[in-house]
């Protein structure tokens, strides 16, 4: 499947349960159109994750994920050898006495014993076409790291010393994330089409609840969307995403819950905040206080 059309990225999205405004879906399109990364900034929570396991599930492409972390080098992205293997190859040379270290060396260093990282993995052919690599959370390693990124990125192919240049047949789709814990730096951005996911509106996270969670009824998924939007106003260290509404309504439907209450609430907020500070904010009469908002606010 391929999508031929803007309308067709949305269609596409929603039969993987991911609800998307016409202007993710613009830029979706255009991107894979292009063959251009795609960098997605937002809150956590926002589905910028999510996106990417809708398009290799729409397209039918596998998802590599390379998930990024503070430290992460071009090496552990890349590739690693095996050395438990290779000591053992050693080993069993040594035992057996009739193997020229030269040879052995040479033996060593193979594909064999290669142990392809996500960078490399998307690299390679694929079964059904050109993967897609997601980058998850970028924000998180450093400007070196950045820099290799933006090199792989040009090129599409990555270098091991040992074996020389891999260069993908065919591009991977690629979609970069951030939550904005600092600024990733332009030159890369520059390489990317850029899309900011923020919050949806109440109808959009309507639909959304619906798709994951269809057990919810009419009334409860409107009553926890309009009290999570309501939540979304106050001073909070970490404001509930999408994802948390989800959560949230699972839970309560786990609950047997028909309709909200301060009681409820307060039962289980741990799956809407993840904060003591935001937690103690919401004590006493306080959730009563949004809820009786959100319920004003809900459209008729």
């Not at 609800?19 to 900034?41: D, H, N, Q, Y």
């Not at 009334?219 to 969307?225: G, K, N």
Request: negative net charge; aromatic residues 8%; hydrophobic residues 45%.
């Amino acid at each position: 499947m391929e999508f031929d059309s803007i309308d067709a990225v949305q269609a596409g999205l929603a039969e993987q349960d991911y609800i998307c405004g016409r202007s993710l879906a613009t830029v979706t399109f255009l991107a894979l159109k292009l063959g251009r990364p795609l960098f997605l900034e937002g809150e956590a929570g926002t589905g910028k994750t999510e996106i990417a396991k809708a398009i290799a599930a729409a397209l039918g492409r596998r998802l590599i994920r390379l998930q990024c972390y503070e430290g992460l080098d071009a090496a552990s992205a890349v590739y690693e050898w095996n050395f438990a293997e290779q000591m053992i190859a050693i080993r069993a040379a040594e035992a057996t006495g009739g193997t020229d270290r030269n040879a052995l060396k040479s033996e060593l260093f193979t594909e064999d014993y290669l142990i392809e990282r996500p960078l490399l993995q998307a690299m390679r052919p694929q079964p059904g076409g050109a993967p897609v690599l997601l980058i998850d959370e970028l924000d998180r390693t450093d400007a070196p790291f950045e820099a290799f990124l933006l090199e792989a990125l040009s090129d599409f192919q990555v270098t091991i010393p040992e074996l020389g240049t891999i260069e993908a047949p065919e591009p991977p789709i690629v979609i970069l994330t951030s939550n904005r814990t600092r600024e990733v730096h332009d030159a890369l951005k520059r390489r990317c089409l850029y899309h900011w996911v923020d919050y949806p509106d109440f109808d959009r996270e309507i639909d959304i609840l619906h798709a994951r969670a269809p057990q919810a009824s009419a009334a409860l998924s409107r009553e926890v969307v309009a009290f999570v939007q309501r939540l979304r106003t106050e001073d909070l260290f970490k404001k509930p995403g999408v994802a948390e509404t989800i959560d949230w309504a699972k839970c309560l439907l786990a609950l047997d819950v028909i309709d909200l209450s301060p009681a409820v609430i307060a039962d289980t907020l741990g799956a809407i905040l993840k904060y003591q500070d935001d937690i103690q904010k919401l004590e006493g009469s306080k959730a009563k206080q949004i809820l009786d908002e959100a319920r004003a606010s809900i459209p008729v």
